[in-house]
């Protein structure tokens, strides 16, 4: 009688609280995710330039060196929107992975009493048949 009440304790928890904390520890993974590849970051960045490497313009006005600084610039930003745009690929799609997984992780989640109560009975008629 005892072994029934923890197992139906057991199935109470697992359904129940660890499955709300579960749902919990998912969101937030989710968030981490997206501050790890810092999404919002980089989008408010996007045409920033890269590593902020920039030339100053010179205080005279000297054509050859202010054309020269605008094409470093220029470059430098189409750098960083080049990483950035790599990077945001690459944070999305992982996140967009993770989204994909978490209802097959639920399922298994929700399968695994019924499973293993399963792998015990067939072990049973196993070691007695």
């Given amino acids: 009688m005892k072994f029934l009440s923890s197992f139906l304790g057991y199935l109470k928890?697992?359904?129940?609280?660890a499955l709300l904390a579960a749902?919990?520890?998912w969101k937030?993974?989710?968030?981490?995710?997206?501050?790890?590849?810092?999404?919002?970051s980089l989008l408010g960045n996007f045409f920033?330039?890269?590593?902020?490497?920039?030339?100053?313009?010179?205080?005279?006005f000297n054509?050859?060196?202010?054309f020269s600084t605008f094409i470093i610039n220029t470059l430098m930003r189409i750098v960083g929107m080049f990483l950035r745009t790599i990077l945001l690929i690459v944070g999305i799609a992982v996140c967009?992975?993770?989204i994909i997984i978490l209802p097959f992780t639920i399922l298994v989640w929700l399968a695994l009493p019924p499973f293993i109560i399963a792998?015990?009975?067939?072990?049973?008629v196993l070691i007695f048949s």
């Fill in 13 to 17: 928890w697992h359904y129940g609280k």
């Fill in 23 to 25: 749902f919990s520890l």
């Fill in 28 to 40: 937030n993974i989710l968030v981490f995710l997206l501050n790890f590849f810092s999404i919002k």
């Fill in 48 to 60: 920033t330039p890269w590593k902020r490497l920039a030339d100053s313009y010179p205080k005279h």
């Fill in 63 to 66: 054509l050859k060196i202010y």
């Fill in 96 to 98: 967009i992975v993770y």
């Fill in 119 to 124: 792998i015990i009975a067939y072990g049973l």
